[in-house]
């Protein structure tokens, strides 16, 4: 079984940066896909950003592309998220996420972390 531990959150600037970071444990024979996750408050969790684990390209939401890159480290099971030019519209909770082989949809999920952005 996959376990995600997600840190790097904080409170940043408008236009400054934060990286996230998400560590795997487990067997990460099962992985299938990662993504990356936000939820604002008061709004539906959606997507930010995926990618197989097997190493295909890497998606991103509209609102994040060419500010947000998702990137990982397999040495150290690790999964990264480096947002720039952050904006307050990116004020959220973090989630990563992992979709395992023979299960549908991400069902594995780390426990959050907060980014505030102050404008």
């Known amino acids: 079984q996959v376990r995600l531990v997600e840190s790097g959150g904080g409170s940043v600037q408008a236009g400054g940066s934060l990286r996230l970071s998400c560590a795997i444990s487990?067997?990460?024979?099962?992985?299938?896909?990662m993504a990356w996750f936000r939820q604002a408050p008061g709004k539906d969790r959606d997507s930010v950003g995926a990618?197989?684990?097997?190493?295909?390209?890497?998606s991103y939401v509209d609102s994040v592309k060419g500010r947000f890159t998702i990137s990982r480290d397999k040495a150290v099971n690790t999964v990264y998220l480096q947002m720039n030019s952050l904006k307050p519209e990116d004020t959220a909770v973090y989630y990563c996420?992992?979709?395992?082989?023979?299960?549908?949809?991400?069902?594995?999920w780390g426990q959050g972390t907060q980014v505030t952005v102050s404008s």
């Open positions: 487990g067997d990460t024979s099962t992985l299938y896909a």
């Open positions: 996420a992992a979709a395992t082989i023979g299960v549908h949809g991400y069902s594995v």
């Open positions: 990618f197989t684990w097997s190493g295909g390209s890497i």
